[in-house]
């Protein structure tokens, strides 16, 4: 069991671990059996500067191995850390150390660089309104793992799948001929999620906030027409509208500032959860 506290959307922890250790082990991991399996300690470094996120991976991760393996942490979730910084020591059977070893490190690397990611665009953005926000674009497997780290740097989560809300987006417009067709056939399914669409030009802005959409996200405006868009949607909600500006598209730590500061209300960034550089993690036997 582990401490750390988990959104409700992370309910394929263990699920995801024993297919990770599945993965890995294959039943059996014959060259940990070089060992005579005595007590053995071990320590946990980070090599690089991070956020430390992916606790709760690690510590299944050992509990299924081995319910004597016994860890202490000496970083909490979402801390930043400098190269150097040992993460956490554990003890037990030196059989169970060895085989968990690379499947536990994989989880933290991985959740502590998309965690790492997030809080570079949180704090490019510091003393704006807008939010950081992922997207659907995860790692096969790691989806809810991925969302929750976005939360340890500081993020937000847009939804989590297909379910959770609709998103219309270019296809989905065009399918349905026309953005006013897509979101009156959205309306009518009369489903209890957010109603989100993208819009591709100021028309389409336009008509998605006389539709009173919760979401409204602009691709890949340029800074000119995404701050004609933040005046459009203040002066909808002048009117009693409730629409939220969303930027999508091209954000990079070099324009997302100026994207923030146009007046937007999140900008989601698909980089933090695909374009993961894994934090450079190692362990070491006393």
């Known amino acids: 069991m582990t401490s750390v506290w988990l959104p409700d959307y992370v309910n394929d922890l263990d699920t995801v671990v024993a297919r990770a250790i599945d993965e890995d082990q294959g039943g059996q991991d014959w060259t940990a059996l070089l060992t005579d399996n005595a007590p053995a300690r071990a320590r946990v470094i980070s090599r690089d500067a991070a956020v430390i996120c992916g606790r709760a991976w690690v510590d299944t991760t ?8 016994r860890l202490e942490w000496a970083v909490a979730e979402g801390d930043e850390v400098t190269p150097g910084t040992v993460l956490f020591t554990l003890a037990g059977p030196a059989r169970a150390l060895l085989t968990g070893e690379r499947t536990a490190l994989n989880f933290l690397q991985t959740l502590s660089g998309t965690a790492t990611r997030t809080r570079e665009f949180v704090k490019a953005v ?3 309104e807008a939010h950081i926000v992922d997207t659907r674009k995860t790692l096969p497997g790691l989806r809810t793992a991925q969302k929750y780290a976005v939360r340890c740097g500081g993020g ?8 959770d809300g609709i998103l219309i987006k270019e296809n989905h417009i065009r399918a349905a001929n026309g953005i006013a067709n897509a979101i009156s056939a959205a309306r009518a399914l ?3 999620v957010p109603l989100m669409t993208e819009a591709e030009t100021l028309e389409e802005a336009h008509m998605a906030l006389a539709h009173n959409v919760d979401v409204l996200l602009v691709d890949d405006f340029s800074l000119a027409d995404l701050r004609t868009a933040v005046e459009l949607t203040r002066q909808h909600r002048a009117a009693g509208g409730s629409t939220l500006l969303e930027y999508s598209g ?3 730590l070099e324009t997302v500032r100026a994207i923030a500061e146009t007046g937007v209300d999140r900008i989601s960034i698909g980089g933090l959860t695909k374009h993961v550089h894994a934090v450079d993690l190692s362990m070491r036997f006393d």
């Open 156 to 163: 937000h989560n847009h939804r989590i799948g297909l379910f």
């Open 62 to 69: 050992f509990a299924h191995l081995s319910a004597a393996v």
């Open 126 to 128: 510091a003393g704006n």
């Open 250 to 252: 091209g954000a990079t």
């Open 190 to 192: 009369d489903a209890d």
